[in-house]
């Protein structure tokens, strides 16, 4: 383990002014940008809210059980996506192995929230052609 002193020394530097001012605007688009960002993810929670099923209370969320995609989807800050999204479908698509919250985004985009019209979810990955394809001869 390094010293204070030590890593003091190697983060001082020679440092143009010109690069600083370069990096402080930098950070200061980045940090503009993430908040649009979270502007508009507070705005898709809020109409996903409204968009509530009745489905979603008869079929509450359970906790995700596999501790990787947990952690991930803590980690990633998805929490209130998935939970918004199964309050739309009244089903928790990351419950499927393949299926993080992104994906779940993208497959309720494309197929809307009603997924009744699949009785199983084996039914459902056979459809999206998630299942490996076992020709056998």
Known sequence: MKS???IARELSGNWRQDHL???EQSLKMYDWI???IADYQREILRKTAE???EQADQNPLQRVKSKEKAKGI???GEELMRRALHGMAGVD???IATIGV???EVVMSAYGADLSRFPSEQQFVKHLRLAPCQSIT
């Open 34 to 36: 993430d908040e649009r």
């Open 93 to 95: 698509l990351t419950t």
């Open 102 to 104: 992104g994906t779940a």
């Open 74 to 76: 803590r980690k990633r």
């Open 4 to 6: 204070e002193a030590t």
């Open 21 to 23: 001012f370069n990096l």
């Open 51 to 53: 968009l509530r099923c």
